[in-house]
């Protein structure tokens, strides 16, 4: 038997064997008529319709070529949602269903829209991919790096539109920001900070386990992570707290701001990762820290990411924002708009502000439309996202085991710690599978 590789393994998945959550025979591609042309109608399939996936169905029905033909979700409630918003945007009833597989066999289906629970964004985003749709898939790209670059890798393979949904990538402001240090007026830039203190972020307290509500297909809802009880608090919004579905604060915010500091800095991978923190805040059953300070050390630079769940005077007066430092001064900026400050021994730069053009979300979901028509990469393609979102990722691992981390990103490993590179994979519970989890 052929040994399957990371790199191999998307020739040999299928949709055959789907049926009992695996990948085993070789994928037949959907027939299509043609990708959409410039002013065709982009009929897109939603595959999560919680408070995410509501708030982008809405966006993308800002544009009249989108027309929504299912949505999916394991909960009812969702799916009840996500049928009044179409009624009131467009006057139509989609068809709903349970199981993301349905939304994919359609051939009246251009694009779907993930915003699932992290652990449920790999294995839709690649089968997506096998059967020909382009995809808008929420930031993270995926519950851990292994995945990512699964994700990556399908895309490629299968020639699909993808873009991550972090929209700060596309807001006019940051752009502008940005394009100011990358113009050297700058100077040299050494230090980039990111931060998010957050007092809407109340404690979710102690809950005991409980039946499922009715209308949720629960063991569909765990998908591949780990069997357990039902518990209110890892469900809906609350998800984001547990290591077996999300990463905390640090991949649901500090993918956002990380992205946003990236546009401001070279583009290179870090070297080492260091991070410190822990639950100082709440006594709860949340897993995640919710403090935590990460250093990145990059060849040309250092990056530095705090976060504080339930407080809300973060750095400079900002309860978030992001910072880079220049040998010419430095530029702050946060959603209302930047402002840069000359460095005072200096005074070659003169000091200006930039205000925000407002939700950055709406030019983000218009791009991803733009290219599914021409077939051009979107603002924030999976490659820029899996970047991103293992920065966040490692930041995750570094504070679970305690030390700093080395990272090789060629070969996307950990150096000389077993322990630490097992958390860049997943191990999927059964009969769920995604080939090439080089640490499953």
């Known amino acids: 038997m052929q040994k399957i590789t ?11 064997g789907l049926a009992a959550g695996t990948f085993s025979a070789p994928f037949i591609r959907v027939a299509r008529a043609g990708e959409p042309g410039a002013n065709d109608k982009i009929r897109i399939g939603v595959i999560g319709c919680g408070g995410m996936g509501q708030g982008d169905l809405k ?14 979700d394991v909960y009812d409630d969702q799916l009840a949602k996500g049928v009044a918003i179409c009624q009131d945007k467009r006057g139509k009833v989609p068809d709903t269903v349970k199981d993301f597989r349905r939304v994919l066999e359609r051939k009246d289906v251009d694009a779907v829209l993930i915003a699932t629970p992290d652990h ?34 399908a895309s490629h393979r299968y020639n699909r539109i993808v873009q991550m949904g972090s929209q700060w990538r596309s807001a006019p402001h ?19 900070r990111a ?12 809950v005991a386990d409980s039946a499922p509500p009715a209308g949720v297909d629960y063991d569909f809802w765990l998908g591949p992570a780990p069997k357990r009880p039902f518990n209110t608090n890892r469900f809906l919004f609350n998800f984001r707290w547990f290591w077996d579905y999300a990463g905390g604060l640090m991949t649901d915010w500090g993918v956002h ?3 946003m500091a990236s546009m401001g800095l070279p583009a290179e991978n870090p070297k080492s990762v260091t991070a410190c923190g822990g639950k100082f805040i709440f006594d709860d059953d949340s897993e995640t820290p919710d403090s935590l300070v990460t250093v990145y050390e990059f060849p040309s630079c250092q990056l530095i990411w705090e976060h504080r769940a339930g407080l809300n005077n973060g ?4 309860s978030w924002g992001v910072e880079w430092h220049g040998t010419e001064g430095n530029i702050i900026l946060n959603d209302t708009g930047w402002q840069l400050t000359t460095e005072p021994k200096r005074a070659n730069i003169a000091s200006q502000k930039g205000h925000s053009a407002g939700d950055p979300r709406v030019p983000h979901v218009k ?74």
């Open 6 to 16: 990371r790199r191999n393994f998307l020739g040999k998945t299928a949709l055959a």
């Open 59 to 72: 966006c993308f029905f800002l544009n009249p070529e989108v027309e929504c033909a299912v949505i999916c």
């Open 120 to 153: 449920w964004h790999a294995l839709p985003m690649v089968m997506a991919a096998q059967a020909g749709k382009d995809i808008y898939v929420e930031k993270p790209l995926a519950k851990t790096i292994d995945e990512g670059r699964a994700m990556v890798e």
């Open 174 to 192: 940051i752009i502008e920001a940005t394009e100011i240090i990358r113009s050297g007026k700058l100077g040299k830039v050494s230090l980039a």
């Open 195 to 206: 931060w998010a203190f957050l007092d809407w972020l109340p404690t979710i307290g102690h």
């Open 257 to 259: 701001l990380l992205n």
């Open 315 to 318: 750095l400079n007066g900002r």
């Open 367 to 440: 791009n991803f439309l733009e290219c599914v028509k021409s077939r051009q990469q979107p603002v924030l393609p999976l490659d820029l996202g899996h970047r991103i979102s293992t920065l966040a990722h490692l930041g995750n691992i570094a504070y679970r085991t305690g030390h700093k981390i080395v990272w090789d990103s060629e070969r996307e490993k950990i150096v000389d710690d077993h322990a630490a590179d097992k958390l860049v994979g997943v191990k999927y519970r059964q009969p769920w599978h995604l080939p090439g989890l080089r640490r499953a």
